[in-house]
RNA sequence: GGAGAGAUGGCAGAGUGAUCGAAUGCACCGGUCUUGAAAACCGGCGUACGGCAACGUACCGGGGGUUUGAAUCCCUCUCUCUCCGCCA
């Protein structure tokens, strides 16, 4: 969320980022938000002036039992019941104020950066560049759902019968080519210096807070009612929570990790074309990278990322799009998110398989992930993630656009993790 | 699943009703001394909110209660650890 301090101190220009952003009643919701904290720094004031004077009285009584002057003690005692009284009215007060901007800042999106450019949908998105190879394939190419049951890579209905649609069962050169790829992106992300870790796949309630999955988009998550757990959407979770409640050395920044973790999400509401095959999973693999920077360098930090990114699709060989999500297309909590796709030549699409992201202080005020600079001020960190990358449709791409009369070809950088150059 | 113990500052660890935002040690930062370092000595060293500031208020796992006054007493929740059982 939003800092307060950000809200009172630039005004302006957090109601024109929200209107950029498309956020019915804007300046409403800021003056709200304003006066609510108004309110609450009221409060705050008188109730801090009584408790000064009972904390002075209470002192006094037990100086005066000490010294035997009971009478004085008893007089004190009752004023001091009054004080308590008008006190603890006044702290109601104060933290329904609390409570009423803070519910009210968790309904404020984050700030677009300025080279965020204006739009309403993914119409408006910008295409960065494009790159990698034009694939050219014959005229009898198949989608890779059909190229999954020629070569038996995957067995989509077998999932269905353990589990349900979107839970794919990997076979064969299908379960190595997971394996290839997790690895070959965890190789590639420890050569760029992101510390490798493994986080837990499941979360309590205070993560899922923390990173902004809840409360609103709980649906989106499996939970597991008895232990009141969620299973990961994302390794971001896990990964940007051990940062939850720390207060870092600016000696530590930027902090680059990098963790797989098996990915799920419910999904709710979707349907045709776009969940066919691997298009959309339920249960997926994927490979995140998360940094924890100063607000100085986290846009250098976002640029190293993206150019980190686009090496992975160029040494997988595939056709890509770096898109600048437009204002109305980032999520709630980014600031600024580039988009990656690739090419999906026997679907004639584009599938997005890796986000970009800068929220800068936006999550990291709800973690409070701060750090503490070389004056000796504590202040929030910027938080930053991408994929790096998710696997499913880059399977996909690469099953699709490297299919041949004789299977299927491999691409050099996956062959030593593959123990093969084709598949068939 | 059964039984027990515990949760205090970055860490260790005192503190069982007011003099406690909290002893002491370690770590860390600044200084003196030294050619430099170490040692020794001196000083500093939590977070949040309010205030121009002086300073004030809150916080000893979370929530509630008793009391003029709670880290300390009571209730409750959560978590951690140990032993037994089960187990990849």
New binding site residues.
């Given amino acids: 969320m939003l ?3 950000q809200i ?1 101190e630039e005004t302006d220009k957090v109601i024109a980022g929200l209107e950029k952003k498309f956020v019915a009643n804007a300046k409403e919701k800021v003056n709200e938000v304003i006066s609510a ?1 108004n309110a ?2 009221a409060a ?2 008188k ?3 009584i ?13 005066s ?2 010294s035997g002057d009971t009478d004085a ?1 008893n007089a ?3 004023s ?2 009054e004080l ?1 009284k008008e006190a603890s009215k006044l702290e109601q007060e ?2 329904e104020a609390q409570e009423k901007v803070r519910n009210l800042l968790l309904t404020i999106p984050n700030v677009p950066h300025e080279s965020v450019p204006l739009g309403k949908t993914a119409e408006d998105n910008i295409v960065e560049r494009t790159g990698g190879p034009e694939v050219q394939l014959p005229n009898n190419a198949v989608p890779h759902w059909d190229l999954a049951k020629k070569y038996d890579l995957i067995d989509f209905e077998l999932g269905v019968k353990i589990t349900g649609a979107g839970f794919p069962v990997y076979k064969g050169k299908g379960a190595r080519l997971q394996r290839a790829l997790i690895n070959f992106f965890m190789d590639q992300a420890a050569e760029a210096g992101y510390l490798e870790v493994e986080p837990p796949f499941v979360v ?1 309630e205070d993560s899922g807070y923390g990173t902004g999955q809840l409360p609103d988009k709980e649906g989106q998550m499996y939970h597991c009612n008895l ?2 757990l969620y299973l990961i959407p994302t390794a971001e979770v896990p990964v940007t929570n051990m940062y939850r409640e720390v ?1 870092l050395d600016e000696s530590q920044l930027p902090i680059k990790n990098c963790a797989y973790s098996a990915c799920f999400r419910r999904e709710a509401g979707s349907y045709g074309k776009d969940v066919r095959g691997l298009n959309r999973l339920h249960q997926f693999n994927k490979v995140e990278i998360v940094r924890i920077d100063t607000p100085e360098h986290s846009y250098e930090s976002l640029h190293e990322m993206i150019a980190y990114v686009e090496s992975l699709v160029q040494k997988l060989g595939l056709p890509y799009r770096i898109l600048r999500l437009c204002s109305g297309d980032c999520s709630f909590t980014s600031a600024i998110t580039f988009d990656f796709e690739v090419y999906s030549a026997a679907q004639k699409r584009w599938l997005e398989v890796s986000s970009v992201s800068n929220f800068e202080a936006y999550q990291a005020n709800r973690l ?1 992930c ?1 750090y ?1 600079g070389k004056k ?1 001020t ?2 929030l960190c910027h938080t930053l993630n991408g994929s790096a990358l998710a696997l499913p449709r880059i399977v996909a791409a690469l099953l699709e656009n490297n299919q041949t009369e004789d299977g299927i070809r491999v691409p050099e950088v996956l062959v030593p993790y593959m123990g093969t150059d084709i598949i068939k």
């Fill in positions: 800092t307060i301090t009172t904290n609450r720094r705050q004031t109730r801090d002036e408790l000064t004077q009972v904390n002075a009285m209470s002192k006094q009584i037990g100086l039992m000490k003690a004190a005692k009752s001091v019941k308590k104060m933290v309590n232990d009141n207060i409070k701060r503490k000796g504590t202040q």
